[in-house]
């Protein structure tokens, strides 16, 4: 998530500048604001702004992958936990209901009928899960399998030491952040 996004800011004189942050300034900015309400002792002006920024990320994110997310909560498993919210389910199928329809109406009905139907989980790309993050250990992790063994080479196994940062795909650590042993930065 590298993308920038507008963020509508107040300015002294009571007027309103539009500023470009990354990803990473708006969630700063959004804990900024939630520890100066945390720890204030008086309530402080909300700064709905900035969770509707974050809203409209999370949001970027579902269309950009929506099929693939929707495959995903199709196939998990009856114990395992969703990936999202009732409110992200939601609109994620409306977005799929509404691309398809779009499609249709737009593009399909006036191609040949042996084309006319579009495969959106082919159609749309997959998230790339071979990319490469950087993170921050939070809690030490011992033996994490980097690269299996191939014929090439033998496996490739490394121990992260709490506090210590690394650039890794993010397959080989996905299951770390999802339980909180590591920290994407």
Known sequence: MTEETDFTEQDSDGGSEEVVLTPAQLIGKLEQAWLNEKFSPELLE???EIVECVIEQLDH???KFFPHVLEKEKTRSKGEPSILS???FAFAKEYMAN???FLKNVALRHMPPNLQKVDLLRSVPKPDLDSYVFLR???RQENILVE???D???EYVIDLEEGSQHLIRYKTIAPLVASGAVQLI
């Open 86 to 88: 009732p409110e992200e």
């Open 148 to 150: 299996p063994e191939t």
């Open 61 to 63: 994110m579902i269309e």
């Open 46 to 48: 909300n700064k709905c």
């Open 99 to 101: 691309m398809e329809t």
């Open 152 to 154: 090439e080479q033998s």
């Open 137 to 139: 250990v939070k809690e």
